[in-house]
Nanobody
């Protein structure tokens, strides 16, 4: 497993942008599929975006496609989530996740495929 630390959350007005960052410990970051999930009050954790090894493939939830973009920089052990055109429905705690899948370039989307999780960072969008 890796240790994950998210940052970049905060309060933003509707229509604004934020960039979340997630830094991972360890020397095998490049072997992990990286993902972002979110959980709003009273709701279950939901998939947001994922990026496979070397950034070969990405996946996005339908609700964020075209507005959010995930990217990884393996030399920095970091994955980013650029969030644009934010709206109130994007308000949630955002979690970074890592899943060890060194033999596939599929960007997995199910929580069960991720075995390391960060503590989360709050994103609040005011309307």
């Amino acid at each position: 497993q890796v240790q994950l630390v998210e940052s970049g959350g905060g309060l933003v007005q509707a229509g604004g942008s934020l960039r979340l960052s997630c830094v991972a410990s360890g020397r095998t970051f490049s072997s992990y599929t990286m993902g972002w999930f979110r959980q709003a009050p009273g709701k279950e954790r939901e998939f947001v975006a994922a990026v496979s090894l070397s950034g070969v493939s990405t996946n996005y939830a339908g609700s964020v496609k075209g507005r959010f973009f995930i990217a990884r920089v393996d030399t920095k052990n970091t994955v980013y989530l650029q969030m644009n055109s934010l709206n109130a429905e994007d308000t949630a705690v955002y979690f970074c996740a890592a899943g060890l899948h060194p033999y596939t370039t599929v960007a997995r989307t199910a929580p069960k495929d991720f075995d390391s999780w960060g503590q989360g960072t709050q994103v609040t969008v005011s309307s």
